[in-house]
């Protein structure tokens, strides 16, 4: 069974900078793609961001609307993903979410296993 704990939300002033954490269990988090979605309310899940460990690279995908200022990374010793997030702008408040297992494509929200998510609030 696969378990993803996500941390790092709170409450950040416009411009601010956070850290978000999904820390995984039931197996390493380089055996498969890992996710970043976030969902605002009375809006769908939309993706932010995703990383995919091949043949000793990884390779990241961003949304348009953080791509510049939000980098995902992982930790394969931590087994943990991360997703700095820099220059945070109002519009980016919202419960984010990580992922893995992509069911279709990792830029759609249907993945297999998801966390319970954190709160990221950004004041203007």
């Known amino acids: 069974q696969v378990n993803l704990v996500e941390s790092g939300g709170g409450l950040v002033q416009a411009g601010g900078s956070l850290r978000l954490s999904c820390a995984a269990s039931?197996?390493?988090?380089?055996?498969?793609?890992m996710g970043w979605f976030r969902q605002a309310p009375g809006k769908d899940r939309e993706f932010v961001a995703a990383i995919r460990w091949r043949g000793g690279s990884d390779f990241a995908y961003y949304a348009d609307s953080v791509k510049g200022r939000f980098t995902i990374s992982g930790d394969n010793a931590k087994n943990t993903v991360y997703l700095q997030m820099n220059s945070l702008k109002p519009e980016d408040t919202a419960v984010y979410y990580c992922?893995?297992?992509?069911?279709?494509?990792?830029?759609?929200?249907?993945?297999?296993?998801w966390g319970q998510g954190t709160q990221v609030t950004v004041s203007s």
């Open positions: 992922a893995t297992e992509p069911r279709v494509s990792v830029f759609r929200s249907v993945w297999n296993y």
């Open positions: 039931g197996r390493s988090v380089t055996s498969s793609d």
